[in-house]
């Protein structure tokens, strides 16, 4: 099956998401070529000592809303690696406890490989969203 079959398989329940996905609360939104969106309500467990989400936590929802939505351009049969990952966070929109951020990601499927996708997270209410290429 197509990365994007499987992904939409994992986003209906007929296939369990992985397992990290399970434990940090992620939940696989949208699905389709070239685009996912991860969401999820951050609980006492993601806090860092400041009482916000641990950026480590956003990185993970960044990374896997940017590989999915490469894995949703590949043909059966294929993998992917992250090889790069870049974050920048605005200390004044930190997220809190009972948010819910969400990383919509798109991918550059042309033009020579790896396929290159740019993801930002938001949280419901926040009215701006930048992408830039990766």
């Known amino acids: 099956m197509t990365g994007l079959q499987l992904l939409e398989r994992i986003r209906t329940g007929t296939v369990p998401p992985p397992g990290f996905a399970v434990l940090l609360g992620l939940t696989l939104e949208q699905v389709e070529e070239g685009r996912v969106t991860f969401a999820m309500t951050p609980g006492d467990a993601h806090l860092n000592p400041l009482g916000t989400v641990h950026g480590g936590l956003l990185a993970t929802m960044l990374d896997s809303a940017m590989g999915c939505a490469v894995q949703s351009v590949l043909p059966a049969g294929s993998s ?6 870049d974050v920048k966070s605005a200390p004044r929109r930190s997220t809190a406890a009972g948010s819910s951020p969400r990383a919509p990601s798109c991918t550059r499927a ?4 790896p396929p290159r996708a740019a993801c930002s997270a938001r949280t419901a209410g ?9």
Do not use: S
């Open 80 to 85: 992917y690696t992250t090889l790069q990952l």
């Open 126 to 134: 926040c009215a701006r969203t930048r992408r830039r290429p990766a």
């Open 110 to 113: 042309g033009g020579r490989p």
